[in-house]
């Protein structure tokens, strides 16, 4: 064992590529151990404002899914993922110095505005990448098994991240798919 906690060990990986996330998502940063899998790999990261709820957000693209994560100053974790095959297009848009980037998911559309137009350009080029994968490539990789995602949650519920209420219920979901 290095020593080194997952957090430091995120922290590097975001610094080869090269990623300096401002203060304000310092929050999400400090999550990301908690919702990461253990060999789960960080391709891209970028932060920006959900157009909706009006929260800034960490948008993360990992080897295997893509990740929104959004630390609520009172409210808790809200954690959205989904795998690349579920991902039928990513665009940005760019005006001055900013971008917007939509990802249109099952039907659905995420915009999230405020990123930084060099990255956005760059993450989406990266999650095109994932999405342009044949299906057996994620098949390959591992999928959390159900004890692992059990153990996540304790994690989340034990850091305080989870209350007992909502640990209780995401376990009760977890359960079912046995």
């Known amino acids: 064992m290095s020593g080194k906690s997952r957090l430091d060990e995120i922290r590097e990986e975001l610094e080869k590529l090269d990623i ?3 203060f304000f998502a310092r929050k999400e940063i400090r999550e990301l151990p908690n919702v990461l899998s253990e060999d789960e790999k960080i391709v891209y990261l970028v932060e920006g404002r959900n157009k909706i709820s009006n929260h800034h957000i960490l948008l993360v693209a990992t080897d295997r899914r893509l990740i929104f994560l ?3 100053f009172l409210y808790g974790l809200k954690v959205e993922d989904y795998s690349y095959d579920k991902v039928t ?3 940005y848009e760019t005006e001055f110095m900013l971008a917007s980037i939509d990802v249109h998911i099952s039907g659905n559309i995420v915009e999230i505005d405020g990123v930084g137009k060099y990255e956005a350009e760059l993450f989406c080029e990266r999650v095109r990448d994932f999405m342009s994968r044949p299906k057996e490539y994620f098949q390959n990789k591992p ?5 692992d995602q059990l153990e ?6 034990d850091g305080g991240v989870l209350t007992e209420e909502e640990f209780n219920e995401q376990k009760k979901k977890l359960l079912k798919k046995l």
Do not use: A, M, Y
């Open 20 to 22: 300096n996330p401002t």
């Open 70 to 72: 959004d630390k609520e």
């Open 89 to 91: 297009s990513i665009q």
């Open 143 to 147: 999928e959390p098994s159900v004890l």
């Open 152 to 157: 996540q949650l304790g994690r989340l519920k």
